[in-house]
């Protein structure tokens, strides 16, 4: 099967954060001359080059901030990005210091209380970039997009090709994009508007849970068909849990992923209750594996004895990892804001906790997908009350009983299995995005290019 030349914008590949996870997942074994993408500088970290070599750089060309937000930006240079062949990642790390402190802490959060961050910056078709496009063709336009800025860059990329549009939604940031300052009614309700109508030129919705299609067709009136992270099942097998006995030393209790929006509180919970666990005589310890190792948070919990912040890991390194756990845990905070924007989500790493075989303990507000989905499969333990002390009885209960955690880990295996297998998902994945290009239904523009 030829598969079609595909464009993503907004989501550069990687193995270190959810979005590029998923996306090196679903697309790996594509043509890597069928495919590219076109991205700003500022997500062009930790790029990876095993699925996709093509990237073009948004740069001072197509994207600009408006005065006077310009002053406090760093610029980017427009076009292909040159990779080194022995380093798959980005040459440009991410720097720290006053000025990131600054932009992150002070800047952003201002300009979204007085409504101008959605009004900042625009994106441009530059003759360059342009020129690009037509020589690459096109046939699929994939979007994973976030903000008021890329829609309407997605709007403007669409009516240049003319080119059937894919676009799939990782999380619920339409809920909560504008939800501070004076604002944030008229802005939501100038977003909501646009993507409808960004909904209205797309021929492929795609969604990363059930609960989240549920919500979209409900929201949207569009069908969103669920597509979250597959796991290479090859991969993890050699690694599956099949010991359950605990370790003599300190049970092993392992948080993995990232911390920032939606996961700070609830992970300083996870270690009180940890704390609580060995003032009762239960000799345990919370180990974190971040790409956020230089996140406040993550460093002032360094400072527990009960804490252990392991090194940022290669992707390929964490089956063994996961398996090397006693229990898993998945937390997201309990506050409104959290639940509303985590409240449709599957985190990537879900699939992989589940396919390692360790049993996992999920730290979520009842009405999260996560929650729903270990609860409704029993294939975790679910602690869906804000209570420290519902969070040591949930840990107590798992490490109190061996079978229980044996038959929660068959379970989250053979569902991983069903559900999840990359050979399959992919498959179909494929097969969705080749029919879309065929079909006779697509909504691309006849003023398109192509």
């Given at each position: 099967?030829?598969?079609?030349?595909?464009?993503?914008?907004?989501?550069?590949?990687?193995?270190?954060?959810?979005?590029?996870?998923?996306?090196?997942?679903?697309?790996?074994?594509?043509?890597?001359?069928?495919?590219?993408?076109?991205?700003?500088?500022?997500?062009?970290?930790?790029?990876?080059?095993?699925?996709?070599?093509?990237?073009?750089?948004?740069?001072?060309?197509?994207?600009?901030?408006?005065?006077?937000?310009?002053?406090?930006?760093?610029?980017?240079?427009?076009?292909?990005?040159?990779?080194?062949?022995?380093?798959?990642?980005?040459?440009?790390?991410?720097?720290?210091?006053?000025?990131?402190?600054?932009?992150?802490?002070?800047?952003?959060?201002?300009?979204?209380?007085?409504?101008?961050?959605?009004?900042?910056?625009?994106?441009?078709?530059?003759?360059?970039?342009?020129?690009?496009l037509k020589i690459f063709k096109p046939d699929v336009l994939y979007l994973q997009?976030?903000?008021?800025?890329?829609?309407?860059?997605?709007?403007?990329?669409?009516?240049?090709?003319?080119?059937?549009?894919?676009?799939?939604?990782?999380?619920?940031?339409?809920?909560?994009?504008?939800?501070?300052?004076?604002?944030?009614?008229?802005?939501?309700?100038?977003?909501?508007?646009?993507?409808?109508?960004?909904?209205?030129?797309?021929?492929?919705?795609?969604?990363?849970?059930?609960?989240?299609?549920?919500?979209?067709?409900?929201?949207?009136?569009?069908?969103?068909?669920?597509?979250?992270?597959?796991?290479?099942?090859?991969?993890?097998?050699?690694?599956?849990?099949?010991?359950?006995?605990?370790?003599?030393?300190?049970?092993?209790?392992?948080?993995?992923?990232?911390?920032?929006?939606?996961?700070?509180?609830?992970?300083?919970?996870?270690?009180?209750?940890?704390?609580?666990?060995?003032?009762?005589?239960?000799?345990?310890?919370?180990?974190?594996?971040?790409?956020?190792?230089?996140?406040?948070?993550?460093?002032?919990?360094?400072?527990?004895?009960?804490?252990?912040?392991?090194?940022?890991?290669?992707?390929?390194?964490?089956?063994?990892?996961?398996?090397?756990?006693?229990?898993?845990?998945?937390?997201?905070?309990?506050?409104?804001?959290?639940?509303s924007f985590l409240k449709y989500s599957m985190p990537t790493k879900a699939s992989?906790?589940?396919?390692?075989?360790?049993?996992?303990?999920?730290?979520?507000?009842?009405?999260?997908?996560?929650?729903?989905?270990?609860?409704?499969?029993?294939?975790?333990?679910?602690?869906?009350?804000?209570?420290?002390?519902?969070?040591?009885?949930?840990?107590?209960?798992?490490?109190?009983?061996?079978?229980?955690?044996?038959?929660?880990?068959?379970?989250?295996?053979?569902?991983?299995?069903?559900?999840?297998?990359?050979?399959?998902?992919?498959?179909?994945?494929?097969?969705?995005?080749?029919?879309?290009?065929?079909?006779?239904?697509?909504?691309?523009?006849e003023s398109g290019i192509f």
């Amino acid at each position: 099967m030829l598969l079609p030349r595909i464009l993503i914008f907004g989501q550069p590949f990687n193995k270190k954060y959810g979005g590029g996870i998923t996306l090196t997942n679903l697309f790996k074994g594509w043509d890597k001359n069928r495919i590219a993408v076109a991205a700003t500088g500022h997500v062009m970290t930790d790029v990876t080059t095993d699925v996709c070599d093509t990237y073009y750089q948004l740069g001072v060309e197509e994207f600009k901030w408006r005065f006077p937000f310009n002053l406090f930006q760093k610029k980017f240079p427009s076009g292909i990005i040159s990779f080194n062949d022995k380093l798959s990642e980005s040459p440009r790390p991410v720097k720290k210091g006053r000025r990131r402190f600054f932009v992150t802490k002070v800047f952003y959060p201002a300009l979204e209380w007085m409504g101008l961050y959605h009004s900042s910056s625009t994106y441009l078709l530059s003759d360059n970039f342009k020129e690009w496009l037509k020589i690459f063709k096109p046939d699929v336009l994939y979007l994973q997009i976030s903000s008021y800025d890329t829609i309407l860059f997605a709007h403007k990329l669409h009516d240049f090709l003319g080119i059937p549009i894919v676009m799939h939604m990782m999380d619920d940031w339409p809920s909560t994009i504008s939800r501070t300052g004076p604002f944030k009614k008229f802005w939501s309700k100038r977003i909501d508007r646009e993507i409808k109508r960004l909904l209205d030129k797309t021929d492929l919705c795609l969604s990363i849970s059930e609960a989240m299609s549920a919500e979209y067709l409900r929201r949207y009136g569009k069908a969103f068909k669920p597509y979250h992270n597959p796991i290479d099942i090859s991969n993890w097998n050699p690694y599956l849990k099949t010991d359950f006995t605990l370790q003599e030393d300190w049970v092993k209790i392992l948080f993995s992923g990232r911390v920032g929006t939606g996961i700070t509180s609830s992970l300083i919970e996870i270690s009180d209750a940890i704390n609580e666990l060995n003032h009762k005589g239960i000799r345990s310890k919370l180990y974190i594996q971040s790409p956020s190792v230089n996140n406040d948070l993550v460093k002032r919990l360094s400072s527990s004895s009960n804490v252990i912040i392991n090194p940022v890991a290669r992707y390929s390194d964490l089956p063994a990892i996961y398996s090397n756990a006693d229990i898993l845990v998945i937390a997201n905070n309990f506050d409104k804001a959290s639940i509303s924007f985590l409240k449709y989500s599957m985190p990537t790493k879900a699939s992989e906790f589940m396919i390692s075989g360790t049993p996992i303990l999920v730290y979520s507000h009842g009405d999260t997908a996560v929650s729903k989905f270990f609860s409704e499969n029993e294939c975790g333990h679910c602690v869906t009350e804000h209570s420290i002390t519902k969070l040591v009885d949930g840990f107590f209960e798992m490490i109190s009983n061996e079978n229980y955690r044996k038959e929660l880990s068959r379970k989250a295996v053979n569902i991983a299995s069903q559900q999840f297998d990359i050979n399959k998902v992919r498959h179909e994945f494929q097969e969705d995005i080749v029919k879309i290009t065929v079909s006779g239904d697509s909504h691309h523009d006849e003023s398109g290019i192509f």
